[in-house]
């Protein structure tokens, strides 16, 4: 099947999610725009009803306790484990609601930041805390690797002059970062969210830039990833401004 048929396939299927809760009527406006964010769709399916599929590991055992560890790399498990996470935290019957709120708003950057896997997501908070704490204070880490090397002596110079901030925990300070831009989401989503994120803080930067300039660097960060984060993020998308609602 095309790429294209693809993408329209996904896009069908989301909007009958809203067709069969009765929200239809209301996104009829905004059927020009699910159809353009069809690439988007799956990882807006992944984030609300396969929460388990990016569960962060130091949060297994205390939602789960007593569960054995070869569930997490069971897939049919793993929906089951989904499930049950939204159904015991009451965002089952919440979820297309969810999902129909995404089209009314028009998916901000901050909503996409939350749809990230958890792995570039990782990867994300810990390139911004090397980023805010510099690379004379990231020199002494034994787990910095080349590519982190690289990436803070040749690239970021190229694009961030904000004065560096004290600290010597870089994975924390990202994941601090991260949550701040989270905080004006929806509670739901910034559930989900959160079972990405490590159970402990840890010890971040108390002092950072502003959320202007964390945005920023969040989007230069980003485009250092592969396909499909680097293009889903390159353009702005629709603000919820130019969303006309009918109903």
């Known amino acids: ?37 069809a690439a988007l769709w799956p990882w807006v399916g992944r984030f609300f009803w396969s929460p388990a599929l990016d569960l962060h590991p130091t949060r297994r055992q205390s939602l789960l306790p007593g569960w054995p560890e070869d569930v997490w790399s069971d897939e049919r498990a793993l929906a089951h484990v989904s499930r049950y996470l939204l159904s015991a935290h009451g965002l089952l019957e919440n979820t297309v609601t969810s999902v129909g709120a995404v089209v009314r708003d028009g998916g901000d950057s901050e909503f996409m930041l939350a749809l990230l896997p958890q792995s570039p997501l990782a990867r ?11 690379a004379a204070a990231c020199e002494s880490l034994t787990a910095l690797d080349e590519d982190e090397r ?3 002596t040749q690239r970021v110079p190229l694009y961030w002059h ?18 701040l831009l989270l905080k004006g989401q929806p509670g739901d989503v910034r559930r989900r969210f959160l079972w990405k994120t490590p159970l402990e803080p840890g010890q971040p930067a108390k002092s950072l830039p502003g959320a202007a300039l964390l945005h ?9 990833f592969e396909s499909p ?18 109903g």
Do not use: C, Y
């Not at 994300?124 to 510099?134: F, N, P, S, T, W």
């Not at 600290?167 to 924390?172: F, M, S, T, V």
């Not at 984060?229 to 009918?246: D, G, K, N």
């Open 1 to 37: 099947m095309a790429e294209s048929a693809i993408r329209a396939e996904r896009a069908d299927r989301a909007t009958n999610v809203l067709l069969a809760e009765g929200t239809l009527a209301r996104a009829e406006g905004n059927a020009e725009w699910v159809r353009s964010e």
């Open 150 to 152: 690289l990436f803070l």
């Open 162 to 179: 904000v004065r560096v901030v004290a600290g010597d925990d870089p994975d924390a300070t990202g994941w601090h970062v991260l949550r």
């Open 216 to 224: 920023g660097l969040v989007r230069k960060i980003l485009k250092e």
């Open 124 to 134: 994300l908070a810990r390139r911004i805390g090397l980023v805010l704490h510099g």
């Open 229 to 246: 984060w680097s293009s889903l993020f390159a353009t702005l998308r629709r603000p919820a401004s130019q969303i006309h609602l009918r």
